[in-house]
Nanobody, 121 residues
Framework: QVQLVESGGGSVQAGGSLRLSCAAS????????MGWYRQPPGKQRELVAV???????NYADFVKGRFTISRHNAKNTVYLQMNSLKPEDTAVYYC???????????????WGQGTQVTVSS
């Protein structure tokens, strides 16, 4: 099974930007839906954004207009461009593969290590 590894997190001030990458160990061409999730401190894991093989996307309301998900099949990578970051965006960010675009859970893979994003005010 293709493994997913997240990277690109870090510490930024409010209003800043980060780009997260989810690199697959193999081809993502056959993976229909890929998504980004996050788990804020003390809270449950939640959907951030998903994208399917046709490029259709679905975003959580709290990131609409600020975050953009994209996929580059030739590079076997899914990206999350995060702009206008807020302190409440602080979380560990994960990528995974839900079954459908509008059904973020359950996911089809074990959760990886994730990448920490910390936004200071």
């Amino acid at each position: 099974q293709v493994q997913l590894v997240e990277s690109g997190g870090g510490s930024v001030q409010a209003g800043g930007s980060l780009r997260l990458s989810c690199a697959a160990s193999g081809s993502i061409f056959s993976i229909n839906v890929m998504g980004w999730y996050r788990q804020p401190p003390g809270k449950q894991r939640e959907l951030v954004a998903v994208i399917n093989s046709g490029g259709s996307t679905n975003y959580a309301d709290f990131v609409k207009g600020r975050f953009t998900i994209s996929r580059h099949n030739a590079k076997n990578t899914v990206y999350l461009q995060m702009n206008s970051l807020k302190p409440e965006d602080t979380a560990v960010y994960y990528c995974n593969t839900p079954l459908r675009l509008y059904t973020p859970f359950p996911v089809t893979r074990s959760w990886g290590q994730g990448t920490q994003v910390t936004v200071s005010s």
